[in-house]
């Protein structure tokens, strides 16, 4: 919501919002009158001389949002419509499908609640809610929501798919494919369940069922489509693991070439972006001279680097609560920047950075459990480190580093849902991504010195004792033999590491490129040409 102003500036903007058709500010301008003065008869007069309009436009830009995996901003044009239209049973729909994909779990209940209070077995929101729970970490509570779905609808299809994530999540991957098989059994055609299975199952035949399935399904939607794109990624998994790996790797590259054409990189706004951070944070940030207990960690890195096996390893000690990868951090800072931008002096100030903590503080405790210390593993985390440095004393940033072949080999194999990854899809993006992140770390080295600790993945899997004691001195810690078992970690892995990292640490994954190394060396010699390798 906009700062607080004085109402009549807040209803000059919002003409002006209305006359450019921002509804979304708009919107939030006269709400924000009528939630401070609701018998302002100017604000509501305005809303409801808008409120056709502009309903229609905002469905009308959030399910092209929603057409190209834009959940953020889907999710704010609905937040608007949802305002303007609380009873539109679709428009609720539509906006807690945003909330979930957009890692709002909390949003996501506030609006199922009232329609399960007033309907207790509605199926869908069940199913929502078991999601919503699912992100929150409440695995039993979620998996009770489903089962409830699932004794009186036993061929329902969304709660095969979300009782299955929760139960891979927990480890338990043998009824996790059970559940996944059986909602395919329901929709053969389901690209989801494809996509899981092709990484959930260690085999496949060339003549697998699921397999000729995935072909049909790509018959049916075009093997041009987005949806398109994930199953050719699913084909790529599943005859790669067949033996098959020419055609497995023809798949692989149409997959990729589909989403570089839907999800084109905006490197540019990319490294104005990262200038823009830096100049924020020009000199080294003070050290307090007091010792300050850690109460936060923050993962970072490139994606597949292994974040999750940090986390994992960090998730045995008794004094941490492992909340996977969350936008608190993200969506705070571009908030704060987008404030300072519309300023004329674009410089962050000692108010910026207490009004920047109280935010993400307040965030922390609404997802706290109790523990003392939380783990955040969102790996593009990095692109803010001098933010969370200056805000939060209390916290340590862990940044992990791993051999950079292995790396983009797993970047270009992995297609991430949603946005925020479009840098994967070329091998020319990921040389381009790779350089944006060494430059950024070496301005934050320079700015945060030991407040980062760089965690390199084959230490753990080649000393794993050593490099675990020094992470644990890192971040405040104290060592424990447990850390040696991540596998026995309870936390919840809603990541495409899952099926890894439930099992004890092994060596050679950094070296299983090479059995596409003659495929690869386009994306090798984007690396060299970077010298990056």
């Known amino acids: 919501m906009p700062t607080k102003i004085s109402v009549d500036k807040s209803l000059s903007q919002a003409r002006q919002a209305v006359k450019k058709q921002d509804w979304v500010t708009a919107v939030q301008l006269l709400r924000s009158v009528l939630d401070r003065f609701p018998a302002n008869k100017?604000?509501?007069?305005?809303?409801?001389?808008?409120?056709?309009?502009?309903?229609q436009a905002?469905?009308?830009?959030?399910?092209?949002?929603?057409?190209?995996?834009?959940?953020?901003?889907?999710?704010?044009?609905?937040?608007?419509?949802?305002?303007?239209?609380?009873?539109?049973?679709?428009?609720?729909?539509?906006?807690?499908?945003c909330c979930l994909e957009a890692k709002f779990p909390k949003q996501a209940l506030g609006l199922i609640k009232p329609v399960l209070d007033q309907n207790p077995e509605y199926a869908p929101y069940l199913v929502y809610q078991g999601r919503a729970l699912h992100e929150l970490n409440q695995a039993d509570a979620a998996k009770q929501s489903l089962k409830r779905v699932l004794a009186t609808a036993p061929d329902d299809v969304s709660a095969h798919r979300v009782l299955a994530t929760v139960e891979r999540s927990q480890g338990d991957l043998i009824s996790a494919q059970k559940h996944f098989e059986a909602g395919l059994k329901s929709a053969p055609w389901d690209v989801g369940i494809i996509r899981d299975l092709s990484a959930l199952r260690s085999e496949f035949s060339p003549d697998d069922p699921v397999i000729a399935q995935a072909r049909q399904s790509l018959a049916k939607l075009g093997s041009e489509s987005v949806r398109g794109a994930?199953?050719?990624?699913?084909?790529?998994?599943?005859?790669?693991?067949?033996?098959?790996?020419?055609?497995?790797?023809?798949?692989?590259?149409?997959?990729?070439?589909?989403?570089?054409?839907?999800?084109?990189?905006?490197?540019?706004?990319?490294a104005l972006a990262g200038a823009f951070c830096k100049a924020q944070f020009s000199e080294p940030l003070q050290t307090k001279t007091e010792k300050v207990e850690t109460k936060f960690i923050f993962i970072t890195g490139l994606p597949r680097t292994g974040t999750t096996l940090a986390e994992r390893i960090l998730a045995r000690s008794d004094e941490v609560q492992a909340?996977?990868?969350?936008?608190i951090i993200s969506t705070a800072v571009l908030e704060k920047l987008r404030s300072i931008r519309d300023r004329s002096n674009q410089r962050i100030t000692d108010k910026d950075i207490a009004s920047l903590r109280e935010r993400i503080l307040l965030e922390f405790d609404q997802i706290s459990d109790g523990h003392p210390v939380i783990v955040?593993?969102?790996?593009?985390?990095?692109?803010?480190?001098?933010?969370?440095?200056?805000?939060?004393?209390?916290?340590?940033?862990?940044?992990?580093?791993r051999d950079l072949h292995a790396v983009a080999w797993s970047l270009y194999r992995h297609a991430f849902q949603g946005r925020g990854h479009d840098f994967i899809?070329?091998?020319?993006?990921?040389?381009?991504?790779?350089?944006?992140?060494?430059?950024?770390?070496?301005?934050?080295?320079?700015?945060?010195?030991?407040?980062?600790?760089?965690?390199?993945?084959?230490?753990?899997v080649n000393d794993q004792s050593a490099a675990t004691r020094?992470?644990?001195?890192?971040?405040?810690?104290e060592w424990t033999e447990a850390f040696l078992s991540p596998e026995k970690a309870t936390n919840h892995v809603r990541t495409s590491s899952v099926v890894q990292v439930t099992k004890p640490i092994y060596q050679g994954s950094d070296e299983t490129w090479k059995t596409f190394e003659m495929q690869l060396e386009p994306l090798m010699k984007a690396l060299e040409t970077a010298k990056l390798i």
Request: aromatic content about 10%.
């Open 42 to 55: 100017k604000a509501a007069r305005a809303l409801g001389d808008i409120r056709v309009t502009a309903l």
């Open 58 to 97: 905002l469905l009308e830009l959030a399910k092209s949002a929603q057409g190209n995996e834009d959940w953020r901003l889907a999710k704010a044009q609905l937040e608007a419509a949802h305002y303007l239209a609380p009873d539109l049973v679709e428009v609720r729909t539509a906006l807690i499908e």
């Open 230 to 270: 994930y199953l050719h990624f699913a084909l790529f998994d599943m005859l790669k693991k067949a033996g098959e790996r020419e055609a497995a790797f023809e798949h692989l590259i149409k997959g990729n070439k589909i989403l570089a054409a839907h999800h084109p990189y905006d490197f540019k706004s990319e």
């Open 323 to 327: 909340a996977g990868e969350l936008n």
């Open 376 to 401: 955040d593993k969102m790996p593009l985390n990095f692109r803010w480190i001098g933010f969370i440095c200056a805000a939060l004393p209390e916290a340590r940033i862990v940044h992990m580093n």
């Open 425 to 460: 899809y070329t091998p020319e993006d990921i040389a381009r991504f790779m350089i944006f992140h060494r430059d950024m770390m070496q301005h934050w080295r320079q700015v945060c010195g030991d407040r980062i600790h760089d965690l390199n993945y084959s230490d753990l």
């Open 470 to 477: 020094g992470l644990a001195k890192a971040v405040g810690l």
